[in-house]
Nanobody, 130 residues
């Protein structure tokens, strides 16, 4: 079992920045792919970005390329989502997820599917005001 806890959400003005954290416990996640998804009110949950098991590859949704980055600190079993140049349309609940099952995924298409992930956090609200 893996427990994921997101933090760092809040209210920010358009153009501002936030850094979300996703702390894992119960099992080391240093060798597993992790992803971030978001869900805006009235919309389906959508892929934001992901990092592969080794930290050598990252995958981004077009909507966040050039603005969001993902990184991981394996010593702290934590993944970060750095969000810059935030827009009102980035307003959503943000969820982190981890894939512990096999095989390891190596394509953006595979990493962007919700079904690829085995454990999810409870989410953190990000609100961007115009």
């Amino acid at each position: 079992q893996v427990r994921l806890v997101e933090s760092g959400g809040g209210l920010v003005q358009a153009g501002g920045s936030l850094r979300l954290s996703c702390a894992a416990s119960g099992r080391t996640v240093s060798n597993y792919a992790m992803g971030w998804f978001r869900q805006a009110p009235g919309k389906e949950r959508e892929f934001v970005l992901a990092i592969n098991w080794s930290g050598t590859s990252t995958y981004y949704a077009d909507a966040v390329k050039g603005r969001f980055t993902i990184s991981r600190d394996n010593a702290k079993s934590t993944v970060y989502l750095q969000m810059n140049s935030l827009k009102p349309e980035d307003t959503a609940v943000y969820y982190c997820a981890v894939r512990t099952s096999s095989p390891r995924l190596t394509t953006a298409q595979a990493m962007s599917r919700m079904s690829a992930y085995d454990y999810w956090g409870q989410g953190t609200q990000v609100t961007v005001s115009s």
